[in-house]
């Protein structure tokens, strides 16, 4: 009996890093499936906003599919209609019209 009880306190002592390896190996999985392709995404978007220029044809995250015809340091001024020209902010374009076409 007294063996037996060595043996379950050697384990627990040990027991700390053993508890800890699942949530470590699921952290891992999760960092490298889903946060760095995100990052890569996010950095990608980023780049092409900054380089967008007049007559980019462009999609913002409400849907409007519109073409650029003035560059500003903060916004963007597009047209999205005939005669309707928009006023709106770097961070509301989700990507270019047309590349999702291309990817497939």
Same mark, same amino acid.
């Given at each position: 009996m007294t063996n037996l009880a060595f043996i379950f306190q050697g384990a627990a002592g040990g027991g700390l890093l053993v @508890?800890?390896?699942p949530f470590l190996l699921i952290f891992g999985v999760f960092y490298f499936l889903i946060i760095v392709p995100q990052?890569?995404?996010q950095k990608a978007l980023q780049d092409m906003?900054?380089?967008l220029k007049a007559g980019d044809k462009i999609i @913002?995250?409400?849907g409007i599919i519109a073409t650029v015809t003035a560059v500003r340091e903060a916004s963007l001024l597009?047209?999205?209609?005939d005669k309707s020209i928009l006023e709106i902010t770097r961070a509301s374009v989700?990507?270019?019209h047309g590349s999702e076409?291309?990817?497939s």
């Open positions: @508890t800890l390896m990052r890569r995404r906003v900054s380089q @913002t995250s409400g597009v047209r999205s209609a989700a990507g270019m076409e291309k990817g």
